[in-house]
């Protein structure tokens, strides 16, 4: 009832382009939604009252209709989007979702730049050791490591991600010890990798993270203090 008041007093144009349109598009999405399951729920009631426990277990294991009721738990646990008007209501937390908001265009810059670098590296690792270029094939060695190769480094994809675990520094000699045990220069490669990635790039994320908060920190005080003097004088 409240988004269709919203959409007759406001009209469609002004109500998804106001001040506040990300809330309207946020509670149509919730209504929607509500809807869409309510109508599901009346839709697969007499199917599931009728259904034996037994057909119910054979839908299950061919498949059918599995994805139907699961469609409907799901959309029963949008609701928990509700929660977000919080956000709306609590001052606090509205001045923390603007200092994340402005934190997260600080972190594209240095997001694409770590992107841009475990890319780069992916590419020569897929390449020098998924595909064995530069070393030789028939070599009981690289043989014996190959298994292991193609389990990180089999194409870009995977590569990146084998770099990325490496930059969290989670397991990483697991990735890095065959192609050590390879060619040992490849010890090289991976301190500049960690030193770049994972102390320099993460070390630059957290300071973006704590000027932010900090500078959001000091701009509440000085709009509360703003607003107290503004009061003394009326």
Known sequence: I?????????????FLTSHDRVWNVLDLIIVVLGVVESWL????????????????????????GWSFYSLVRILRLTRLLRLLKLFKVVKQLMALVNAFRAMMESFGVVLGVLVLWILACAIVCTQMLGHGSGTDQNSERMKELQPLFQKHFRDIPTTMFSLFQVTTLDNWID???????LDSRWQGFFVVF?????????????AVASENVVESAMGREEGQKKAAAEAQKQ
């Open 175 to 181: 990735i890095a010890q065959p192609a050590i045990e």
């Open 194 to 206: 960690i030193c770049i990635a994972s102390w320099t790039m993460i070390s630059i994320l957290t």
């Open 41 to 64: 729920g009346v839709i697969c009631r007499p199917a599931t009252t009728h259904l034996s426990r037994s057909r119910n277990l054979a839908a299950v294991k061919s498949g059918s």
């Open 2 to 14: 409240e988004v269709a008041v919203k959409l007759l007093y406001r009209g469609v144009p002004n």
